[in-house]
């Protein structure tokens, strides 16, 4: 299915007042689908597919007057191949368990959000961090939402927020020990996903936004193939 597939339903979107980027030096803004419509897990593949992006409860995708530099990208998962740098990733978490889980419990998931937003967005809109932030950003889902919990042992070391698509998987948000950076444990959430992926017989794993040039978001081109959503169609990046 291509980007431009309708929508057989009505969407009332709403959008922000120009606000500053919290990646460029540009003014932005962002169109937010109906905060009261209940999102299914079909809808939420049909935004997914038109470049909207989940955050929370809400569905958004950015708006801006003179910048388009916010572009969604996918791996097409049958294409890609796990060379040395991921194949050395994988082996060297081999050692962790993952449970798959509709909701988070407990205190050990907020802690660890806690250390990675202080520790690796400092600098961001997201800190500090706190519970409600917690609560609303990572703990709010929609229909197919789900967390892949990372454990050595009995020790949290990664979640990753995930949605399943009717063509694969949303990696909405990953967060994880920051101290343990030898272990590559987002690239690794990435893999991973990558596997459930195939092994749920689907075709992608939706990274959400690339932006050329922000170091925050390289780590996305990276994995090739990479898709991206240009003028309404999805083209393999060159």
Same mark, same amino acid.
């Given at each position: 299915?291509?980007?431009?597939?309708?929508?057989?339903?009505?969407?009332? &979107? /709403?959008?922000?007042?120009?606000?500053?980027? !919290?990646?460029?030096?540009?003014?932005?803004?962002?169109?937010?689908?109906?905060?009261?419509?209940?999102?299914?897990?079909? +809808?939420?593949?049909?935004? $997914?597919? +038109?470049?909207?992006?989940?955050? %929370?409860?809400? *569905?958004?995708?950015?708006?801006?007057?003179?910048?388009?530099?916010?572009?969604?990208?996918?791996?097409?998962?049958?294409? /890609?191949?796990? @060379?040395?740098?991921?194949?050395?990733?994988?082996?060297?978490?081999?050692?962790?368990?993952? #449970?798959?889980?509709?909701? &988070? !419990?407990?205190?050990?998931?907020?802690?660890?959000?806690?250390?990675?937003?202080?520790?690796?967005?400092?600098?961001?809109?997201?800190?500090?961090?706190?519970?409600?932030?917690?609560?609303?950003? *990572?703990?709010?889902? $929609?229909? %197919?939402?789900?967390?892949?919990? /990372?454990?050595?042992?009995? #020790?949290?070391?990664?979640?990753?927020? !995930?949605?399943?698509?009717?063509?694969?998987? !949303?990696?909405?948000? $990953?967060?994880?020990?920051?101290?343990?950076?030898?272990?590559?444990?987002?690239?690794?959430?990435?893999?991973?996903? *990558?596997?459930?992926?195939?092994?749920?017989?689907?075709?992608?794993?939706?990274?959400?936004?690339?932006?050329? @040039?922000?170091?925050?978001?390289?780590?996305?081109?990276?994995?090739?193939?990479?898709?991206?959503?240009?003028?309404?169609?999805?083209?393999?990046?060159?």
């Amino acid at each position: 299915m291509n980007s431009k597939s309708k929508i057989n339903e009505t969407i009332r &979107l /709403f959008r922000t007042a120009p606000h500053p980027c !919290s990646y460029k030096k540009e003014t932005a803004a962002t169109v937010f689908v109906d905060p009261e419509l209940s999102i299914s897990q079909h +809808l939420n593949s049909r935004l $997914t597919e +038109l470049g909207y992006r989940r955050s %929370g409860a809400h *569905i958004y995708r950015p708006d801006c007057a003179h910048c388009r530099a916010c572009i969604s990208c996918r791996l097409p998962v049958a294409q /890609f191949t796990r @060379g040395k740098r991921w194949q050395r990733i994988w082996n060297r978490n081999a050692d962790l368990r993952v #449970e798959k889980s509709s909701k &988070l !419990s407990g205190d050990d998931a907020y802690l660890l959000y806690q250390e990675y937003i202080e520790k690796r967005h400092s600098d961001g809109d997201m800190y500090p961090a706190t519970l409600e932030q917690f609560d609303a950003f *990572i703990r709010s889902k $929609t229909e %197919g939402g789900q967390y892949f919990c /990372f454990y050595l042992e009995e #020790e949290l070391l990664a979640v990753a927020v !995930s949605d399943i698509l009717d063509t694969g998987l !949303s990696a909405v948000y $990953t967060f994880f020990d920051p101290q343990l950076e030898k272990r590559s444990l987002g690239n690794f959430a990435i893999l991973w996903q *990558i596997e459930q992926v195939r092994a749920m017989g689907l075709d992608y794993l939706y990274l959400g936004y690339w932006i050329k @040039g922000c170091a925050k978001m390289e780590y996305k081109s990276t994995f090739k193939p990479l898709e991206m959503l240009i003028e309404g169609e999805w083209v393999l990046e060159e």
